[in-house]
T-cell receptor, first 114, second 113 residues
Framework: EAQVTQNPRYLITVTGKKLTVTCSQNMNHEYMSWYRQDPGLGLRQIYYSMNVEVTDKGDVPEGYKVSRKEKRNFPLILESPSPNQTSLYFC?????????????FGPGTRLTVL | KQEVTQIPAALSVPEGENLVLNCSFTDSAIYNLQWFRQDPGKGLTSLLLIQSSQREQTSGRLNASLDKSSGRSTLYIAASQPGDSATYLCAVRPDNAGNMLTFGGGTRLMVKP
């Protein structure tokens, strides 16, 4: 089944403890990105990647890191999480930059930072 | 900066009604517009994608229109069903920001049996 998967789905952690949220797609998509969703603020892009080893900042990159060493994986790294990073996180992918390609989203990761 | 607004924020209708969800955006320079559905606690499911050169797209009971010059899109749902209850999000892809989508705040739809 073609899909975007994220792990973990739920995570409760404490301030300053490094964590990684994994994202993987099995559709051979070039483009991947991370969004966070917050009440009243909607979905905002954190980072995106056009292809392997190519990443760039989105609207709200502060406090996050990403890497794209393989085409299928795009992990989101929080080196020192803070309570304001409590949010619902989504990974997305699309085949390419073409305007004809819709974006597919993962199931979400709900992160709570205490 | 592109801003996307969805009105109404919430909508409750009886089963069987036809309904229209609205989406407006401030900058008409877009590549495409995508409508999504989000169920509580779940991810986003893509419903329809409209290219900037297109006027509408249809999928089953759903029809999405796009008027780029006026910065508007509508999602028409025919013969609504309780299973249509969800939050509907529209997102535009500006033509100068890679693949980044700018989302509206969503319309929370409740279809009552």
């Amino acid at each position: 089944e073609a899909q975007v998967t994220q792990n973990p789905r739920y995570l409760i952690t404490v301030t300053g403890k490094k964590l990684t949220v994994t994202c993987s797609q099995n559709m051979n998509h070039e483009y991947m990105s991370w969004y966070r969703q917050d009440p009243g603020l909607g979905l905002r892009q954190i980072y995106y990647s056009m292809n392997v080893e190519v990443t760039d900042k989105g609207d709200v990159p502060e406090g996050y890191k990403v890497s794209r060493k393989e085409k299928r994986n795009f992990p989101l790294i929080l080196e020192s999480p803070s309570p304001n990073q409590t949010s619902l996180y989504f990974c997305a992918s699309s085949f390419s930059q073409s305007s004809y390609n819709e974006q597919f989203f993962g199931p979400g990761t709900r992160l709570t930072v205490l | 900066k592109q801003e996307v607004t969805q009105i109404p924020a919430a909508l409750s209708v009886p089963e069987g009604e036809n309904l229209v969800l609205n989406c407006s955006f401030t900058d008409s320079a877009i590549y495409n517009l995508q409508w999504f559905r989000q169920d509580p606690g779940k991810g986003l499911t893509s419903l329809l994608l409209i290219q900037s050169s297109q006027r509408e797209q249809t999928s089953g009971r759903l029809n999405a229109s796009l008027d780029k010059s006026s910065g508007r899109s509508t999602l028409y749902i025919a013969a609504s069903q309780p299973g249509d209850s969800a939050t509907y999000l529209c997102a535009v892809r500006p033509d100068n920001a890679g693949n980044m989508l700018t989302f509206g705040g969503g319309t929370r739809l409740m279809v009552k049996p």
